[in-house]
């Protein structure tokens, strides 16, 4: 089935930084899906991109729909504390089940 | 504010008993996932049901698990019996087709 690659697994950072992520994939996705998780709860959806090519804003966070929609980039400008988690890509596969990346865990250093 | 809504949210419970987790999606939503969470690997997607209907169960362990919508309303994921290694943090997510999905809290299943 098709899966999503996330990369880095971690990342440790110092307050103030920007910080990159990317997913990929081997097969096409129509969809992208940028989600975080806060220790002890449920994943929340920051980012949804529906067009290749799109770039798409939330606030410090930035996330484009790679042009050949195998990739996704999420970019967080100027990192503070409380953005420490992890952070998922996702997409639906051609059925609409939702497949999840393995997560890149972000700590930020004060 | 709509959201998933999921009890219990944690569940203490010795190996063998039955164990039933529910999830009450968010109105309107027709798709409705079930994933579990550990430390090893990552969210797993156990099923997931559109309009109700089981559409694919393929990451369950089909012998012990079990996941049904009596309703539009309410979402149950059964495991019996229970084992130490279906201790894990299980979600229930809703939303509509390709547009993103919404999770609930989590269950966190201790199984001892």
């Known amino acids: 089935g098709q899966q999503l690659n996330q990369s880095p697994q971690s990342m440790f950072i110092q307050e103030g930084e920007d910080v990159s992520m990317n997913c990929t994939s081997s097969s096409i996705f129509n969809t992208w899906l940028w989600y975080k998780q806060d220790p002890g709860e449920g994943p929340v959806l920051l980012i949804a991109l529906y067009k290749a090519g799109e770039l798409t804003s939330n606030g410090r966070l930035t996330a484009q729909f790679g042009i050949t929609r195998k990739d996704s980039f999420l970019n967080i400008s100027a990192s503070i504390p409380s953005d420490v988690g992890i952070y998922f890509c996702a997409g639906p596969d051609s059925s609409y089940k939702l497949i999840f990346g393995s997560g890149t865990r972000l700590l930020v250093r004060p | 504010d709509a959201r998933v809504t999921q009890t219990p949210r944690h569940k203490v419970t010795e190996m063998g008993q039955e164990v039933t987790m529910r999830c009450q999606p968010i109105l309107g939503h027709n798709t409705v996932f079930w994933y579990r969470q550990t430390m090893m690997q990552g969210l797993e997607l156990l099923a997931y049901f559109r309009n109700r209907a089981p559409l694919d169960d393929s990451g369950m362990p089909k012998d012990r698990f079990s996941a049904e919508m009596p309703d539009a309303t309410l979402a149950t994921l059964k495991i019996q019996p229970s084992e130490p290694r279906d201790s894990a943090v299980y979600f229930c997510?809703?939303?509509?087709?390709?547009?993103?999905?919404?999770f609930g809290q989590g269950t966190r299943l201790t199984v001892v």
């Open positions: 997510a809703s939303g509509n087709r390709g547009l993103g999905a919404f």
